[in-house]
């Protein structure tokens, strides 16, 4: 029987942090991704083979790659083989995000309830944009930037020139991440500044420049180990190739477009809100008395409503619910505000604008839209929690507080767990992936037994490529197939390991600095298998495959092979 000691409410919380975090680890074995979570490693493995920046690879999401070297280095030295490695990059990333979300959990309980710390590390662990799992920059970026933020907020009311220190550290690796975080750090920056300045504080000007030295440090460290093998003239010949592969607006425009598909899918729902937070601003412009708690009462259950309905709108978009939870933390924020002071509460300057910050960083950075820009939404949750259980609290009875709050909790925490466990990114069903995969990148995943099937068969294509070639020989595969360039042996040769096609225009720019490779992989798939995310960036047949590398290059230099999952092109002279 256990005492009374263990069921106390600490030591329970603390045994649900730890299931938690088992549970997520637990969860990593299930499902595998034929581009994606493959596409960050193997950009990785073109460092440890001695490739640069810029120079050998056109992709415009390039730059976070020196921060997922180690880890290929360290995985490849330890095991002399890539076997394996997409598992261990799904754990290794899980164990960051339990670490970061258990720093979070300690941070935010030694001035918020034990409920509200819990809460905002379960839904933070929970997470993974898109049920993307592995190593990536998007995963990295929202750990990094948030104990960046977590340290800064733990020197809120004590000087600690360590933690500025370390969040200048953290918020320079965020940058690498998406570059578009600078924009953002900028802008904070020359705010604090301005009220060193204006108030004459040295506290101001001290923890900014102690943040700085900490991004400066990472910077020139990130700029020396990049571009010191590389010359000016091959990074200005390599620019155009690769703006040539980023499309977008500007960022007018794309500012412009968040907030518009922010609230695109709340047209209706989001009048609630909307007139909650205009009707209560009136009020505050006014310097009128605020509205009676009858009116309170009621436009915070209309609301409560809104909040329920709108977190289920987009179920299959992890931490789509983070955007309602948010705009619901809004409007509990203003319906108790007698002034603006809370603009300068701690949780909402830790964590409501840095969040909103993030999130136009990721919005300006990806082509997902709102499934990216929820990464920030993310770090809003401790302040949204923060004012929903401060209203309630302030303005209801006990029971009803238990009750308004259980609901709440049990609609972020249910369907966190729905989209961590249920939604696999590019597999089957969770239910079929019961067939354990024993070789390859993708060793010690489950899988469907159909998807296993095909992820055999270009596996023993690549394995027959193997058979023949030596280390120091290339691979080209198109359109896309990043786990075949880790199972292979030899280097990867190759513009761009994102979707590239035999008529793209940066295979000339490419090969005219670059040796042609000694193979050339292309992938073909039914049309049954196209139904897997990502595979269906392949050709559909062996008349498809045409364009002007075909024909000026593979038809004229190459010799053909007929391979289980595609054709094979041999250089001639091999």
């Known amino acids: 029987m256990l005492n009374n000691n263990f069921l106390n409410k600490k030591n329970i919380i603390y045994s649900f942090i730890l299931l938690s975090s088992l549970f997520v680890m637990f969860q990593s074995l299930f499902g595998i991704c034929f581009a994606d979570e493959s596409f960050y490693i193997a950009e990785a493995q073109r460092l440890f083979q ?70 905002s590390f379960f839904i933070f662990i929970f997470y993974t944009k898109d049920a993307i ?45 998406n570059p578009f975080i600078l924009l953002f750090y900028l802008v904070a920056s020359f705010i604090l500044l301005c009220a060193f300045f204006a108030t004459k504080k040295k506290f101001h000007f001290t923890s900014v420049i102690l943040v700085w030295c ?36 500007g960022l007018f425009v794309k500012t412009a477009y ?31 008395e605020c509205i009676n708690n009858r009116y309170k009462y009621t436009l915070f259950f209309l609301n409560f409503i809104v909040f329920l309905y709108s977190c289920f709108i987009r179920t299959n978009s992890p931490g789509f619910f983070c955007i309602p939870l948010f705009y619901f933390g809004i409007v509990c924020m203003f319906l108790q505000a007698n002034d603006f002071s809370f603009f300068k509460s ?44 401060l209203f309630v ?27 961590k466990f249920f939604i696999i990114f590019s597999d089957d069903s969770v239910f079929e992936l019961n067939t354990k995969i024993t070789q390859g990148p993708w060793k010690g ?39 075949g360039y880790i199972a292979f042996k030899g280097k990867i040769n190759s513009p761009n390991l994102w979707e590239i096609y035999l008529d793209d225009q940066n295979l000339k720019r490419f090969f005219d600095t670059h040796d042609l490779p000694e193979y050339v992989y292309i992938v073909l798939s039914t049309e049954q298998e ?33 391979l289980k999952k595609g054709i094979l092109f041999k250089i001639a002279n091999k």
Not at 154 to 168: D, E, P, Q, V
């Open 50 to 119: 001695g490739q640069k920046l810029l120079i050998d690879d056109y992709n415009g999401a390039q730059f976070y790659t020196p921060i997922l070297f180690p880890f290929f280095s360290v995985f490849f030295k330890i095991t002399k083989t890539t076997d394996g490695i997409l598992l261990a990059a799904r754990l290794v990333q899980t164990l960051i995000t339990c670490i970061v979300g258990i720093y979070m959990f300690f941070s935010l309980k030694k001035i918020y309830t034990m409920l509200l710390a819990f809460s």
């Open 445 to 483: 995943c489950y899988t469907s037994k159909t998807h296993k099937n095909i992820y055999d068969e270009i596996l023993a294509d690549i394995n027959y490529i193997n058979e023949t070639a030596s280390l120091e020989d290339s691979l080209f595969v198109a359109p896309m197939l990043s786990w």
């Open 530 to 562: 196209r139904k897997y995310h990502r595979f269906r960036m392949s050709y559909n047949s062996e008349s498809e495959i045409n364009g002007w590398f075909y024909d000026d290059v593979l038809s004229r230099f190459y010799t053909e092979y007929r």
């Open 393 to 419: 609290s302030n303005m209801m009875s006990h029971k009803v507080q238990l009750a308004v709050k259980a609901v709440v909790l049990l609609t972020a925490f249910t369907l966190s767990v729905y989209q």
């Open 133 to 177: 799992r592995g190593l990536s920059y998007y995963a990295l970026a929202v750990d990094f930037y948030l104990l960046a933020v977590l340290f800064l907020y733990n020197s809120k009311n004590k000087s600690n020139s360590i933690l500025y220190f370390c969040a200048g550290i953290f918020f320079g690796l965020s940058i690498i991440c």
């Open 258 to 288: 968040f907030f518009i598909r922010i609230m695109r899918p709340f047209v209706l729902t989001g009048i609630i809100p909307l007139f909650t937070v205009v009707f209560q601003l009136f009020f505050l412009l006014s310097k009128k």
């Open 346 to 389: 701690s949780v909402f300057l830790y964590f409501a604008l840095p969040g909103i910050f993030l999130a136009i960083a990721f919005y300006y950075a990806s082509n997902t839209g709102t499934n990216a820009a929820t990464i920030g939404f993310l770090v809003t949750v401790p302040f949204s929690l923060y004012y929903i259980f």
């Open 214 to 249: 900490g991004t400066v440090l990472v910077g020139g460290i990130y700029v020396f180990y990049c571009f010191h093998f590389s010359d000016l003239p091959e990074l200005i010949s390599s620019v155009q190739s690769i703006f040539n592969t980023v499309e977008g607006d």
